[in-house]
């Protein structure tokens, strides 16, 4: 009777063990190879939408989070996961063997937010962030929360201001733009932003975490003043709010191994 040998039975346990995970997927280099493989997405998003817009035929698998939905395609349980492009090109750089692919699957304008009528504010996000691109500081701070490679680096120390307090309204779950850190600080690209802006009006800032879904309720009813955490600019959501201008383009985009 011939037996199997030993590698071979391993092989065929640690394959049952990773259920797809040892079967062969295709090597995706393009959006358009998508069309037809197993997509990995968040569960309670809009992306499935935008993706099957895009890839119609397409095959969408569910998951906890985009950090589940990119460890699936590390474990070749899905060919791609498809979420807002910052926060999968922060999953790549820390996570060896994923990558983000150029061709975005939408494209999105992100902003900060502030109640109708507010225009003081918002000429301070706005003149800010622009005078922060013409100097060349905004790639310096975007390189330091979205390296290429690695986690992101410590928040600069922003002295506050001496003034009366700017609400900063955000939701920690969109790093880097929004997460808490090892100290159990709320950091990152959008609270550095908001940081900055407080220290030009002479004002103190207080971050007030929250719901992703809660924050634009929260700034229409005045519990914070502004709000910032990868929120997508759209045409209905300028019906309850003011935004400031785009200050980063994002959109959902997939990511793949490499």
Not at 161 to 168: I, K, P, Q, Y
Not at 199 to 218: C, D, S, W
């Amino acid at each position: 009777m011939n037996r199997l040998p030993l590698r071979f039975l391993l092989t065929l346990l640690a394959c049952a063990t990773l259920a797809t995970g040892c079967s062969e997927r295709a090597k995706v280099t393009e959006l358009t190879q998508l069309d037809g493989l197993e997509v990995a997405l968040p569960t309670g998003t809009v992306a499935d939408q935008l993706v099957l817009a895009k890839l119609p035929q397409a095959k969408i698998k569910y998951f906890n989070s985009a950090l589940d939905s990119a460890m699936a395609v590390k474990a070749g349980k899905a060919d791609a996961a498809a979420y807002d492009e910052p926060i999968l090109r922060n999953i790549a750089g820390k996570v060896p063997g994923l990558t983000v692919l150029a061709e975005p699957i939408s494209v999105d304008q992100y902003g900060f937010a502030m109640r109708q009528g507010d225009a003081a504010l918002k000429a301070a996000v706005d003149g800010l962030v622009a005078e922060m691109k013409a100097s060349g500081e905004y790639e310096q701070m975007r390189a330091r929360w979205l390296p290429a490679q690695g986690a992101p680096a410590a928040m600069p120390a922003i002295p506050a201001g001496t003034g009366e307090v700017l609400r900063f309204g955000t939701a920690s779950v969109t790093e880097p733009f929004s997460f808490v850190d090892s100290s159990q600080q709320v950091v990152g690209l959008d609270i550095e932003i908001a940081a900055r802006v407080a220290q030009r009006l002479n004002r103190k800032l207080e971050i007030v975490n929250m719901e992703f879904g809660g924050m634009i309720p929260a700034l229409i009813a005045g519990k914070v003043d502004l709000i910032g955490a990868c929120i997508t600019i759209t045409e209905e959501r300028k019906k309850s709010v003011l935004f400031s201008e785009p200050y980063y383009t994002g959109g959902i985009s997939a990511l793949v191994r490499q």
